[in-house]
């Protein structure tokens, strides 16, 4: 079984934290049946960027990081404190362990910059969210991050995205890295995409 870290940040998006867990969910059921998705935070119960509170599986403390194929991590509001959790060590060191590991890390929108925070994305490509409006963008590239304004890139193991609007997208590419182009254009199929 391929077990995927979804990490959950207090404030996360709760949209883009489902995605994984449908897709991979979907992929366990009606797919190759190989992917297991656990969820893991800093606390107990975390509020999602729009006042949903959630009770992860695990606790970060309570988790072996070698147990773990993929991590993936929705982006959220810094309103709602999400780069509280997300730029914290514990969260630094466990973005560092997979890349160390060149493990799959899938980010959503603004959880990019919790890569680039970590420095994985030095010299990288990458994106984040990219509304005129917005100067995270800048943010990213601060980091070192070679930015490419695009809906999705992918840099060798690492997938970072431009919005909320990706969030499909990245978790049907992470199938794809975890099982086959075949599989996840079946599992698209029968979850109607297609």
């Known amino acids: ?37 656990v ?18 599986e695990k606790l970060l403390h309570d988790i072996a990081l070698e147990d773990f194929d993929a991590l993936a991590i ?7 404190g999400f780069y509280e ?26 959880a ?11 010299n990288r490509k990458a994106t984040t969210y990219n509304h005129p409006t917005s100067k995270r963008l800048e943010q990213l590239q601060s980091y070192g991050a070679e930015i490419v304004n695009e809906r999705l890139v992918q840099t060798e193991h690492i997938i970072t995205s431009s919005n909320p609007g990706t969030a499909f997208e990245v ?10 182009i075949e599989n996840t254009e079946k599992v698209k199929d029968l979850m109607g995409f297609h």
């Open 39 to 56: 969820s893991v935070g800093l606390h107990e119960q975390l509020q999602c960027t729009w006042n949903f509170n959630v009770s992860p």
């Open 112 to 122: 990019s910059l919790s890569l680039g925070h970590s420095g994985i994305l030095h």
């Open 171 to 180: 978790a049907f590419r992470l199938l794809e890295m975890l099982t086959s």
């Open 74 to 80: 929705p982006g959220g509001f810094e309103e709602a």
């Open 1 to 37: 079984m391929t077990k995927i870290l979804l990490l959950l940040a207090n404030g996360f998006e709760a949209v883009e934290a489902s995605v994984f867990t449908d897709v991979l969910g979907w992929n366990k059921w009606e797919g190759d049946g190989t992917t297991e998705v």
């Open 85 to 110: 959790d997300a730029f914290s060590e514990e969260f630094q060191q466990v973005i560092r362990h997979f890349d160390e590991h060149k493990k799959p890390i899938a980010t959503i929108c603004v």
